[in-house]
Structures are given as C-alpha cells and as structure tokens.
C-alpha cells in the first residue's frame, strides 16, 4: 500500500466490514466480552433554521453505527449486531482513533437504543 510502509502481504485480516458511502472499510479491532465498537456520526453542520454551527460550538454526537462486537459475557449474550445505528449517553465510552478514523468503545450497557 503506497505511504503505509506496509507490503500489502503483511495487512492484518479484517474483523468486520462496514459500508460507508460507496466504499467498504475494515476495521481491525475485536472488543472483548460486552463491548462494542461505533463509528460516530459526523456533527451537525447547520441548525434545522439554517444557521451555521462553527467548530468550537458543535456537539459531540450521541449516535453512532456498531462496527464491532464483543462475545458477550458468559450469562449474557449480545443485542446489537455489526450495522445497527445506536443513541448512546453523551459521556460514555472511551474515544480512540484508529487509522484516522475516530471510534467510541464502550460497553453494551451504555448504549441507550438501537433506531
């Protein structure tokens, strides 16, 4: 892959695929036991009135696409799949990027609906 410094035979396998846009994008990370893995949606750019929001004052977005899911605990099996579009709290989980693309991990429990 050209500006990785990776040969294309040294990828790692892909966990899970997701479509986004037009285009399909793996995401390499495996959440252990009651753990997922969203992809946030991107901020409101402009307010239902048609006020542009600046930078500093947007929201972080509490809905999100599950990427990756965990194994579920050993008492207590999984409700969200890989694809379903969740609300979760405005403070849960923790952030991480991963390949420039910014991710919530969190766990099941925080997530509050599946839309």
Partial sequence: MHGTGLDEGTLPQAKH???TNRFYMSVNIKP??????V????AEEKTAS????????KEKPQKG??????DGK????????V?????YGKYSGTELSLEDQD????????????L
């Fill in 32 to 37: 252990l036991a009651d753990r997922v893995v």
């Fill in 50 to 57: 048609g006020i542009i929001i600046p930078d500093t004052a």
């Fill in 83 to 87: 694809g379903d579009t969740v609300l």
């Fill in 103 to 114: 991710y919530m991990i969190m766990r099941e429990s925080d997530i509050l609906a599946v």
């Fill in 39 to 42: 992809e946030p949606a991107a």
């Fill in 65 to 70: 696409k599950v990427v990756a899911v965990g």
């Fill in 74 to 81: 050993k008492d207590e099996p999984m409700t969200v799949k």
């Fill in 17 to 19: 695929q997701i479509h």
